[in-house]
């Protein structure tokens, strides 16, 4: 008799590898605070106060809850994205050159359509429109190089990254440079109508608040309910394979790409109506890379990366807090890193034991 799913056997089974999985999980968080921990000794500081300060940083009060809310927002947009093109099994690491150019189009959008007399929310949805072709249209471009030309997307995206940057810059300095000197603080700001209004006593805005939920909710549907989701599994597990079982693996890498860098133009169009109101040099505020940290940290988890991407946020806001201890408010940054690290390395564990079992 064969040993049906669903068998005492099986669910024993599963239930080990779970608790397994867990296990190798929460190790790595340990280590990776224990790591941080050290660190924090080294420099002579107590790491139990670090972290409470940490904490009293990003959830002390209303303002700055808000701030960590704020915060999360541009980063799970960019985390959800980058799920369609690591689902793929391909590493978008143009993310943040992306979200710039998003926010390039954004402004510009803005720039053109200011003096039309046009109602302000129409304006608003038109230059988000834009920064998303923005991203697309960024985002596609390794994907292409990768296909038609042979070029590793990882390195195809750094490259990009380094243009969106200058081009951002010679937009800043060049033609929409403020009137009588051009300034690294960026471009003229974008006309108060068109800035999305924040909540009383906060920094937060609302409407990026459902817009990051309607997005969120967007990617779990499409890569754990959709045929299209199951394809790009596929492809991720083995491209040769699904391509010999009909599946047109081109045109998926292109789909991930392009709907990844819609993401990211989302993202630079939600820095630019709630937070900078103007095209600056670092445009993106490393939320792309940020947001591939997160990614990886969740093993591609839809769900998880909501979650994880506001402890992220958090971790961001809270930091400033450690300057009052004499530390560089990048020890969080540290942390972030370490997690990634051991988690990953726990990835890597998990899979050498399943094999051998």
């Known amino acids: ?3 049906q799913q669903g068998t005492p056997q099986t669910t024993s089974l599963r239930s080990r590898i779970n608790w397994l999985d867990l296990g190798l999980r929460i190790g790595a968080v340990i280590l990776a605070l224990l790591i941080t921990s050290l660190i924090l000794l080294v420099a002579n500081a107590q790491p139990l106060k670090a972290y409470w300060n940490i904490v009293l940083g990003a959830f002390s009060s209303t303002q ?8 999360w927002v541009p980063l799970v947009l960019t985390t ?15 993310m943040e050159g992306q979200i710039v150019v998003g926010s390039v189009f954004c402004v510009g959008a803005f720039r053109f359509l200011d003096q039309t007399g046009m109602d302000p929310w129409m304006v608003i949805t038109i230059a988000f429109i834009a920064g998303a072709i923005g991203g697309f249209l960024w985002a596609i471009l390794p994907g292409v190089m990768r296909i038609y030309g042979g ?4 390195f195809g995206g750094l490259g990009l990254n380094f243009v969106a940057k200058a081009l951002a810059i010679w937009l800043i300095f060049g033609p929409w440079k403020r009137p009588g000197v051009a300034s690294m603080s960026g471009t003229e700001w974008i006309d108060p109508q068109f800035r999305l209004t924040y909540l009383p006593g906060t920094s937060l805005s ?15 549907l499409m ?23 009909g599946i047109p693996t081109t045109r998926y890498f292109l789909l991930a790409f392009g709907i990844c860098g819609v993401f990211a133009g989302i993202a630079g169009s939600v820095l630019v109506t709630s937070k900078q109101f103007s ?6 505020f490393g939320y792309g890379f940020l947001g591939l940290l997160v990614a990886m940290l969740v093993n591609y988890h839809p769900i998880l990366s909501s979650i994880v991407a506001f402890f992220f946020a958090a971790l961001s806001v809270g930091n400033i807090e450690l300057q009052y201890m004499g ?8 942390l972030q890193g370490f997690l990634v690290l051991f988690v990953v390395m726990a990835n890597g564990v998990r899979q050498r034991l399943f094999k051998k079992g």
């Open 80 to 94: 959800s994205g980058l799920l369609f093109t690591f689902t793929a099994g391909l590493w978008n690491i143009g």
């Open 151 to 154: 070029v590793n997307e990882i």
């Open 223 to 245: 890569l754990k309910g959709t045929h299209f989701g199951l394809r790009l599994k596929a492809i991720g597990k083995n491209d040769r394979s699904a391509y010999l079982m």
């Open 64 to 71: 700055k809850v808000s701030a960590v809310i704020a915060s």
């Open 327 to 334: 530390l560089n408010s990048y020890l969080a940054g540290v």
């Open 206 to 220: 609302p409407v990026i608040v459902i817009i990051a939920l309607v997005g969120a909710i967007f990617v779990a």
């Open 279 to 284: 095209l600056i040099p670092d445009a993106g």
């Open 1 to 3: 008799m064969t040993m």
